[in-house]
C-alpha cells in the first residue's frame, strides 16, 4: 500500500515463473506440490522510513527441460529447452500510488498446463511391430520391451548411439502410429507430440508390410510410408519439412530382396502408384529420404551403414543451419554498416529547406 501523506509508493508483487532443472522430473513437481497452486509475494507498504516499498518475492516453479507451457485455452506461453530457462506466467499487481489512489492493484492470476516433450535428434517413426525396439537395442544401449505384438512400447524409449570419436547422438523409440492417429486413435497425440522436438526422423517399416488385426486392412511397405506421412501431415503440417530416412526393416525374411526391388521402384515413381489409394490417404506432398537403408534388427544386416548415415544426415543439417545462420549474421552486419556509413543531410540543406517551406 502507498503513503498518501507523503506520496509514497508500494512495492509491486512478485511475478511467477517456470524455471527448467535438468534434475528435475514433474513425478517430483508433483509430489512437492501436490496442491498445484503457486503464489508469489505481496509488495512491502510505503512508510516514512522507506518511501518506495520493496518487491514481493518471486515464486519459482521447477520443471523438467522439454516442458511446454500452455494457458487453459491451449495457447503456448513458451517452451523450455534448455536448463536455467524461464517463462513469466503471472506478473505481479502494481503497489498503492497516486494514480491508483494509494491502493495496490491485483496481480495475475493464470491456469497453465505443463507438457513434456521428449527431446532427441532422431525420431523413430513407424506402425506397431515394425522392429523399432529391436532396432533402438541394435544401435544404442537402451534396452526397450520387445515382443512379438502390437504396442509393445507404451512411452518413449531413449537411447544413444556412441561413435569411435565419443560422438553422441540421440534416438527416441516412440510409440507405434494407427492409421487415424492424428484424430488422437491409438498412442496418438502422446506420440506425435514427441515428434516435434526431433531433429529428424527414422521411418522404420516392415518389408513385408503390416496389418494390426485380422479385422483391418493389409498394408504393403509403400502404403505403409504413405500412410505414415499422411499422419503426419495431418497432425502438424511442419512436422513433415523435417529432415527424413528410411529404414527397411526384416530384410532377413524369404522374398525380402525381391520385395525391396519393388519398393524402390515405387519411391522412385512415388505419382505413378498414388491412384492405388484413396484421395483422402493420399499426403500432399510425398517424404523424400536422405537415405534408404536395407536393414534387419535381428542379424544386424545394415546396421552400421544406418549409424553412419543418421550421422552424415545430421551433420549435413547442422552444416545447413550454422552457414544460414552466418549469412545472417553478416547480412545483419551489412545493413548496420550502410546505415553507419550513410551521409547525413548537412545543417545548411536542412536550413535551406526549412527557409524554403517559411
Request: proline letters at 4%; hydrophobic letters at 35%.
Amino acid at each position: 500500500m502507498g503513503y498518501p501523506r507523503l506520496g509514497g509508493e508500494g512495492g509491486k508483487g512478485g511475478d511467477v515463473w517456470v524455471v527448467a532443472h535438468n534434475k528435475m522430473t514433474l513425478k517430483q513437481l508433483k509430489d512437492k506440490y501436490p496442491k498445484k497452486r503457486f503464489v508469489a509475494g505481496e509488495g512491502a507498504n510505503s512508510r516514512v522510513s522507506a518511501l518506495k516499498g520493496s518487491k514481493g518475492k518471486d515464486c519459482e516453479i521447477p520443471v523438467p527441460v522439454g516442458i511446454s507451457v500452455t494457458d487453459e485455452n491451449g495457447n503456448i506461453i513458451g517452451e523450455l529447452n534448455k536448463e536455467k530457462d524461464r517463462i513469466l506466467v503471472a506478473e505481479g499487481g502494481l503497489g498503492g500510488k497516486l494514480f491508483t489512489n494509494f491502493l495496490p492493484l491485483k496481480g495475475q492470476k493464470r491456469v497453465i498446463h505443463l507438457d513434456l516433450k521428449l527431446i532427441a535428434d532422431v525420431g523413430l517413426v513407424g506402425f506397431p511391430n515394425a522392429g523399432k525396439s529391436s532396432l533402438l537395442s541394435q544401435i544404442s544401449h537402451a534396452k526397450p520391451a520387445i515382443a512379438d505384438y502390437a504396442f509393445t512400447t507404451l512411452k518413449p524409449e531413449l537411447g544413444k548411439i556412441m561413435y569411435n570419436d565419443f560422438k553422441q547422438i540421440s534416438v527416441a523409440d516412440l510409440p507405434g502410429l494407427i492409421e487415424g492417429a492424428h484424430m488422437n486413435k491409438g498412442m496418438g497425440h502422446k506420440f506425435l507430440k514427441h515428434i516435434e522436438r526431433t531433429k529428424q526422423l527414422l521411418f522404420v517399416v516392415d518389408i513385408s508390410g503390416f496389418q494390426l488385426s485380422s479385422q483391418t486392412q493389409y498394408r504393403t511397405a509403400f502404403e505403409t510410408i504413405i500412410l505414415l506421412t499422411k499422419e503426419l501431415e495431418l497432425y502438424k503440417e511442419e512436422v513433415q519439412t523435417k529432415p527424413a530416412l528410411l529404414a527397411v526393416n526384416k530384410m532377413d525374411l524369404p522374398d525380402a530382396q525381391d520385395k525391396f526391388r519393388v519398393l524402390m521402384n515405387q519411391l522412385q515413381n512415388p505419382k505413378d502408384f498414388l491412384h492405388l489409394f484413396e484421395n483422402n490417404m493420399i499426403p500432399a506432398r510425398t517424404m523424400e529420404f536422405q537415405h534408404i537403408i536395407p536393414i534387419s534388427a535381428i542379424t544386424r544386416e545394415g546396421i552400421d551403414e544406418l549409424k553412419n548415415c543418421i550421422r552424415k544426415s545430421l551433420d549435413e543439417h547442422a552444416n545447413q543451419e550454422n552457414d544460414a545462420y552466418h549469412k545472417k549474421q553478416l547480412l545483419n552486419l551489412q545493413v548496420s554498416n550502410t546505415v553507419a556509413y550513410s551521409e547525413p543531410q548537412s545543417k545548411n540543406a536542412l536550413t535551406s529547406s526549412r527557409m524554403d517551406r517559411i
